[in-house]
């Protein structure tokens, strides 16, 4: 008797749609479990590609030729640390945040009606108290960087503050995602080289597309409940043409991607090697696998879509970084 008032109790404070094997239930006290699941502990696929674009800018950025100064390096290994540390923290605070907003809609969708908030298993003070420890870890973080950079990332809390809205008013929330979510692209550049470039607004903009396309796909898990309630995204936007919206978005990401790597610097002086463009030219089959495996009306597989984009994410940094040491082993030479 006892353990079934055990499993019980672990299926009424765990949320419907997280992975029950996850590291949160098995070490946290049952106490902390509310707070993990706000900060989404639960399911890292979140942290992992709002990371992305920070550690591509930070490995493309050293590969770089600027203001005269040649580089060819390697990213720095504390930049990078500080970035998975922002990442997981941020995110966790935008999810508290996103919660705080969604507390009335997160009861009328069956996915998500079993959130701490939801489901009263935290009270709000709570949640916004956990928010402020978040925000000021983050703010931690952000100071460890060039005042340019610090500005920068203080600038990307306007973008996050009116996403959640979004979906009240447009079709295009995921296009507001976008815009928060790949920030790591300026801030991953301006960490390294204290400005910015058109190298890495492009960056920027290609990380933009790829998040649209990605999070269309995960949306699509609930538009159901979404046309009854009223919220609005692309996947309800593009509906039966998802595969040709997500050719057309991952398309551009590509060719975003790319002009970003051609701008990094002359072929004679600097710039990504051949692996940056092999593993772009692998990340595009990558894409293409999602296309043409996508069922809209599947949820399961939608989500396992949408978690795969990290595998993307893996195959872009590796390939900055075998640039960078392609480069560090046959450097070029200049005329």
Not at 7 to 14: F, G, P, V
Not at 50 to 69: D, E, I, M, S, Y
Request: charged share 15%; with cysteine.
């Amino acid at each position: 008797m006892s353990n079934l008032k055990g499993s019980l109790a672990d299926q009424i404070d765990r949320v419907a749609d997280a992975p029950s094997n996850n590291w949160v239930y098995r070490t946290l006290p049952r106490g902390i479990w509310p707070y993990a699941q706000l900060a989404r502990w639960d399911r890292p696929i979140g942290w992992q590609l709002l990371l992305w674009p920070c550690w591509w800018a930070a490995a493309l950025a050293p590969q770089a030729v600027q203001t005269g100064a040649v580089h060819t390096g390697l990213p720095s290994l504390w930049q990078l640390f500080l970035f998975l540390v922002g990442a997981i923290t941020m995110r966790g605070a935008g999810c508290t945040y996103n919660d705080l907003v969604d507390e009335k809609i997160d009861t009328l969708v069956a996915r998500t009606r079993s959130r701490p908030l939801p489901s009263g298993r935290v009270s709000r003070f709570q949640a916004k108290l956990f928010l402020v420890v978040q925000a000021l870890v983050g703010l931690l973080v952000l100071i460890q960087f060039n005042l340019f950079t610090v500005f920068l990332g203080i600038a990307s809390l306007g973008v996050v503050a009116i996403y959640p809205f979004l979906k009240r008013f447009t079709d295009w929330p995921q296009l507001g995602l976008g815009l928060a979510f790949s920030w790591g692209a300026l801030m991953g550049w301006a960490g390294y080289w204290s400005t910015l470039s058109l190298a890495a607004v492009l960056l920027y903009a290609g990380s933009i597309l790829w998040t649209i396309g990605y999070d269309t796909i995960y949306a699509h898990q609930d538009k159901e409940d979404d046309a009854l309630v009223g919220v609005r995204s692309t996947a309800r936007l593009f509906g039966e043409r998802t595969r040709l919206a997500l050719t057309v978005l991952y398309l551009g990401a590509i060719t975003l991607f790319a002009g970003a790597f051609m701008l990094t610097g002359p072929a004679t002086g600097g710039g990504p090697a051949w692996p940056a463009y092999a593993g772009l030219a692998a990340g595009a089959f990558q894409m293409i696998w999602q296309i043409r495996t996508l069922d809209i009306d599947d949820a399961d597989q939608c989500l396992r879509l949408f978690k795969s984009n990290t595998v993307f994410g893996w195959i872009i940094f590796f390939g900055l970084i075998f640039s960078a040491l392609w480069a560090l082993s046959f450097p070029l030479t200049t005329v």
